[in-house]
Structure formats: C-alpha cells, structure tokens
C-alpha cells in the first residue's frame, strides 16, 4: 500500500476504501454487479478474463489479482489469463474472444482511435452489439476501478492467483458477489 490518503491505514484494503467512501461507491457496487453478474451473452468467466486484461494492460496489481482470481471461479486457469496478457492473438483462449479481447486492449490504451473495423472484428467472429457494450462495459468499469485503486494507494491483493483454493473461489461464483462485498463494507443494504 502506497499511503496516499492519511486516513486509510497503512494495511488498507479496498474494503477500506469502500468504508471510507460509502456514498460514492455504493452506486459502482450496482453497476459492477450487473455487468459483472448480470444476463449477458458474455459468460461470467469472459467478463472476468477481460476485467484480470485490462488490469493486466493498467498494470493493477490488486484488480488483475482479484480479477485472475475471480476467472478461475469459472474455469479460467491463471496460466491462460498470464498468456492473454502475454499475446492474447497466441493465448490458448477460444478464437471467438480475440477480437473482443483486441477491442477491449485498444479502448484501454487508445480510447479515441477506436474505429469501426475494431467493431467490424468483433461480430464477423459472431458476436452481438450486446455483447461488445458488455464487453465495453467491463472495460470501462476496471479502467475505473483500476484508477481507484490505485489513486488510492491500494496495490495488492490478498490472495495468490497461483494458490487459490475452492474455499476462497466459492463465494466468487454468487450471482451476488459484488453487492456482497459492498454489504460487508456498508455501500449496499
């Protein structure tokens, strides 16, 4: 941790962060759980795949930890989401997601050379107008979260992606996971 701001102590979390702003944050808890866990044609381990890139792209240590961690509650092994950010056109990932995961490299690095082949790509490979603003949606989400972060000072996340056991990967595939987290840090009732 980084102490940035004096009144998160020195072994702060982003629990932390969410204690000492609840009313600002208790919104983002909303959002991230709907698109997150919400119906989307993006399974619940894509989104989490491209939340652990796009940390992986801002190198934030904390969300590209949670986020490996979070993917391999759905089957994601750690292994993949490194060699995504490795090369994610040579990653052993379905074909059908490398255009999503380029779009989602290119918003994060690039935001205003956006065109409409990045666009073109992503449904040529068969996917909705859906499932790329989910797709946009989770990028922009952890582009935010990332700031937060590490605006914040917190830059590590608790657990090893590499040592994960199913103890701590159950609690992840709730249907709830966010909103719960915001409740045990008092953003959500």
Same mark, same amino acid.
């Given at each position: 941790m980084k102490r940035l701001f004096p009144s998160l102590?020195?072994? /702060?979390?982003?629990?932390?962060? *969410?204690?000492? *702003?609840?009313? &600002?944050?208790? !919104?983002?808890?909303?959002?991230l759980n709907l698109v997150m866990r919400g119906e989307s044609d993006l399974?619940?381990?894509?989104?989490?795949?491209? @939340?652990?890139?796009?940390?992986?792209?801002?190198?934030? /240590? *904390?969300?590209?930890?949670?986020h490996s961690v979070h993917a391999q509650a759905f089957g994601v092994d750690v292994g993949v989401i490194e060699a995504v950010i490795q090369d994610p056109l040579s990653a052993p990932v379905d074909p059908k997601v490398r255009p999503i995961l380029s779009y989602v490299s290119k918003l994060t690095r690039? !935001?205003?050379?956006?065109?409409?082949?990045?666009? &073109?790509a992503v449904y040529d490979a068969g996917w909705s107008e859906d499932a790329l603003f989910? @797709?946009?949606?989770?990028?922009?989400? *952890?582009?935010?979260?990332?700031?937060?972060?590490?605006?914040?000072?917190?830059?590590?996340?608790?657990?090893?992606?590499e040592n994960v056991e199913e103890h701590q990967l159950a609690p992840?595939?709730?249907?709830?996971?966010?909103?719960?987290?915001?409740?045990?840090?008092?953003v959500t009732d």
């Open positions: 102590q020195e072994t /702060a979390t982003l629990g932390s962060v *969410f204690r000492r *702003f609840p009313a &600002k944050l208790g !919104p983002l808890v909303a959002q399974t619940i381990a894509q989104r989490e795949l491209i @939340a652990a890139y796009v940390s992986g792209l801002n190198a934030c /240590a *904390f969300c590209h930890g949670a690039t !935001p205003a050379m956006m065109i409409e082949e990045d666009a &073109k989910d @797709a946009v949606q989770v990028c922009g989400l *952890f582009n935010m979260m990332n700031r937060i972060l590490e605006g914040t000072g917190i830059t590590e996340y608790y657990l090893d992606p992840l595939r709730s249907e709830e996971c966010y909103t719960e987290f915001g409740r045990q840090n008092g």
